[in-house]
C-alpha cells in the first residue's frame, strides 16, 4: 500500500523542469531587485527608493521574513493539498469521476455502503453549515448580517478541507482502501508532497512581492 501511495507522488520529468524554471526566474527577479534598489539609491540618495543592501533594508528582509509568509494562503495551500491527497488516493475521487456513484447498484457492496457513508457526512456538513449561516442571527454572520466579511469566508477553506478528508478516510477506510493508521498517515503525506513544488513558489513569489513594496 505504502509503495502505491508513494508512487502517485511522481510527476512528469517536464512538469518538474516547468516548476523549477519559474523559481530560478523568480530567485533572478529578486536578485536583479536587491541590485536595483542599492543602485537607485546610490544614484539618488533623496530618492523615496529603499535599498536591501541598507541597515534598514536588511533589517527588514531578515526580520519580516516569517510574518511575511504567515499569510492565509500558505495554510489554504497545506489544508487543500491535504484534502485533495486524502480524496484522491482513498479512491473516492476515481469512484464519481468514473460516473461509479450514479449507478450504485453495480458497484461492489463495500463500496457501495463507503459511499452512502461520505453521503450521509456531506448531508451533515451542508445542514450544519447552512443552520450556522442561513438563520437570523446565524452565528457565522458578521455584525450586519452580512457572510462577507466576516468568520464564514474567513473559515469556509479549513471547514472544506476538513470535510474531504474526513469523508476521503471515511470512504477509504469502509471500502477497504485504507487497512491501518499507517495508510491513513500515508495519504495524507502524498497530498503535502503533491502541493510543496506550489508551497515552494509561494515562499519565493511572496518575499519577491514584499521586496517589491518594502523598496517602492
Known amino acids: 500500500m505504502k509503495n502505491e501511495l508513494l508512487s502517485k ?40 527608493v529603499r ?9 527588514w528582509f531578515i526580520g519580516k521574513n516569517i510574518e511575511n509568509l504567515c499569510q492565509p494562503l500558505l495554510v489554504w495551500l497545506l489544508l487543500l493539498g491535504i484534502a485533495w ?3 484522491k488516493v482513498s479512491g473516492l475521487s476515481h469512484f464519481i469521476i468514473s460516473a461509479q456513484a450514479f449507478h450504485l447498484k453495480q458497484v461492489e457492496y463495500r463500496k457501495r455502503i463507503a459511499f452512502k457513508f461520505v453521503l450521509f457526512e456531506f448531508s451533515l456538513v451542508l445542514v450544519v453549515m447552512l443552520l450556522l449561516t442561513v438563520i437570523p442571527h ?17 473559515g469556509i477553506i479549513p471547514v472544506i478541507s476538513f470535510s474531504f478528508v474526513g469523508m476521503g478516510i471515511t470512504y477509504g477506510c469502509v471500502s477497504g482502501r485504507f487497512l491501518n ?10 497530498g503535502i508532497c503533491k502541493v510543496s513544488p506550489l508551497i515552494i513558489i509561494y515562499i519565493v513569489a511572496t518575499q519577491l512581492y514584499y521586496s517589491f513594496l518594502f523598496v517602492f
Do not use: H
Request: charged content about 15%.
Open 85 to 87: 491527497g486524502v480524496v
Open 51 to 59: 535599498s536591501l543592501l541598507s541597515s534598514e533594508g536588511i533589517r
Open 138 to 154: 446565524a452565528v457565522l454572520l458578521n455584525i450586519t448580517g452580512c457572510l462577507y466579511p466576516g468568520p464564514f469566508f474567513s
Open 181 to 190: 493508521f499507517s495508510d491513513i498517515f500515508d495519504c495524507i503525506t502524498v
Open 9 to 48: 507522488v511522481k510527476r512528469p520529468k517536464q512538469w518538474k523542469n516547468i516548476i523549477g524554471r519559474l523559481i530560478f526566474i523568480l530567485i533572478i527577479i529578486q536578485m536583479i531587485l536587491i541590485l536595483l534598489s542599492w543602485l537607485l539609491t546610490a544614484a539618488d540618495p533623496d530618492s523615496p
